[in-house]
């Protein structure tokens, strides 16, 4: 079982940067693919980036593909979600998320442990 903690939300202008953090603790941490999913109100759920188990493969939605980089520490048991070029569209709810699945996915569905979410707005 993994527990997932995101940190690293806030208010930031239109064209700056934050960085979120996800801790997990479990030793098994390693073994699964992680994905970063937003949520604005009123709207689903959507995917953002995964990351495969080794770090080696990082997928992006189309929405964030060059402003937006993930990455891992199996060593520390951390993903991070480093956002530049923040745009008032990027405003909702961002969690993190675990999935025993060997091959990232960007469904819901896929992922077994999320964290609590934490809050990005992004002001014009």
């Known amino acids: 079982q993994v527990q997932l903690v995101e940190s690293g939300g806030g208010l930031v202008q239109a064209g700056g940067s934050l960085t979120l953090s996800c801790a997990a603790s479990g030793r098994t941490f390693s073994r699964y693919t992680m994905g970063w999913f937003r949520q604005a109100p009123g709207k689903e759920r959507e995917f953002v980036s995964g990351?495969?188990?080794?770090?080696?493969?990082?997928y992006y939605a189309d929405s964030v593909k060059g402003r937006f980089t993930i990455s891992r520490n199996n060593r520390k048991n951390t993903v991070t979600l480093q956002m530049n070029s923040l745009r008032p569209e990027d405003t909702a709810d961002y969690y993190c998320a675990a999935s025993p699945n060997p091959y990232v996915r960007s469904v819901p569905s896929e992922y077994d442990y999320w964290g609590q979410g934490t809050q990005v707005t992004v002001s014009s």
């Open positions: 990351i495969s188990v080794s770090g080696g493969s990082t």
